[in-house]
């Protein structure tokens, strides 16, 4: 269960313990409502909490098309995710809902998705989707339910201390899921409740055997949940039908080396199926190609060789910071990728922009595109979350060299 560091508090001169969740009362007075996506992880959650004592109520969010969801395999939120968590559900004795928030989804993620393509960059839906419907609309749902708190599966630590509630890593490094939860504000995380973030998968599976959950050696899911073969072109060019056109791929020393059907197949740093085959009129002592750019507006793709993507410094917009704003100059931690290690770096603001952030790193990284993120973290303590934003602009040289 998470961790809650004061185990007490004081009401008129008399001491009251807290529950595993942190109330003042016994499980059975306390209402959770447990976001259930039909997975391994979220199912675990409400068996916990439902041993525990704790009045659980089940909800799957079902968020898009059912026809097509229920083809999809491997995907959170999906037909039969959804009938995993009802099974589970049933199995537990607790009630279970199915809330439709398709018309949600598709405003606050999927179109957020097809247009952040079409700009040339690399978005990440399920930040998208953690900050909206998740966070936003299901956590007032659960507020409408007089629920205490709403529960999640993620594998992170909520850690209540004297200055406030903070964010850290999950105990399992390999599992930990901060990165996806860096627009969490302060007044979300008083809600929010994480009781897999002390455990790592093997012993969430090992719970779940103990439970005799059905979902129990069920998959992790891979892909985003409403591309669930990978192709994200695809769905760009069925959300926004005429409005991908074919261009050119040049080499960053201006020679033309082919055409490409779009640049929504393309990202930042991709270096396999570039589609230009043998490489005249490029050096070859470059060793191989990768997309260092992508101009959308010209419907060009840019490649060139590595160290052409180096990189800096970053601009982070709609920056969201957990509780306290860090300090201008400050030495931090940052994640640009959530398979990528945190780096040291620095922060600076934009006195025109508050919710503008320059990151800049100790090292050149390579390979970061607009529309990803970066995660913030303590440098002196590692584990804890800071904050973080969107990457708006990471200058890297073959950007710098085009101008």
Not at 8 to 34: D, I, M, Y
Not at 178 to 186: I, K, N, R, V
């Amino acid at each position: 269960m998470e961790q809650i560091v004061v185990n007490n508090r004081v009401n008129n001169g008399l001491t009251e313990e807290l529950n595993s969740l942190g109330f003042a009362k016994s499980p059975a007075a306390t209402r959770v409502v447990v976001a259930m996506s039909g997975g391994v992880d979220s199912s675990v959650t409400a068996a916990l909490l439902s041993e525990q004592g704790f009045e659980v109520i089940g909800i799957t969010l079902q968020l898009y098309d059912h026809g097509v969801a229920v083809q999809a395999k491997g995907a959170c939120c999906a037909g039969a995710d959804i009938h995993d968590a009802r099974s589970v559900a049933a199995s537990l004795g607790i009630p279970h809902y199915v809330l439709d928030y398709e018309n949600r989804f598709h405003d606050q993620v999927i179109q957020d998705f097809a247009d952040s393509y079409l700009r040339g960059e690399t978005p990440i839906p399920c930040v998208r989707c953690n900050q909206t419907v998740k966070f936003t609309d299901l956590l007032k749902t659960a507020r409408d339910l007089d629920a205490d708190c709403l529960a999640t599966g993620h594998y992170v630590q909520r850690i209540k201390s004297g200055n406030g509630v903070n964010l850290l890593c999950g105990a399992d490094s390999a599992k930990d899921q901060s990165y996806f939860l860096f627009a969490t504000t302060s007044e979300q995380l008083e809600f929010l409740r994480f009781p897999l973030g002390g455990l790592n998968k093997i012993e969430t599976r090992n719970l779940a055997h103990r439970f005799g959950l059905s979902v129990a050696e069920k998959p992790d899911s891979q892909d985003i949940c409403f591309v669930p073969n990978g192709r994200y072109g695809d769905v760009v060019r069925r959300l926004r039908p005429g409005a991908v056109d074919a261009g050119d791929i040049l080499h960053i020393d201006g020679n033309f080396l082919g055409r490409h059907n779009g640049v929504i197949d393309f990202t930042i740093g991709q270096r396999r199926g570039l589609g230009i085959g043998g490489r005249a009129n490029v050096n070859e002592a470059d060793g191989p190609l990768y997309v260092v750019a992508i101009n959308s507006a010209a419907n060009q793709v840019i490649v060139g060789p590595q160290e052409a993507l180096a990189c800096f410094e970053v601009r982070l917009s709609e920056v969201n910071w957990i509780n306290e704003r860090p300090n201008s100059g400050k030495s931090v931690l940052a994640r640009l990728r959530n398979t990528a290690p945190a780096m040291s770096a620095k922060i600076l603001y934009d006195k025109e922009n508050s919710c503008s952030v320059v990151v800049l790193l100790d090292k050149a990284q390579y390979g970061i595109a607009t529309g990803q993120a970066a995660a913030i973290y303590d440098s002196s303590k590692p584990e804890i979350l800071l904050g973080g934003g969107w990457i708006s602009h990471a200058p890297l040289a073959a950007n710098e060299s085009k101008g």
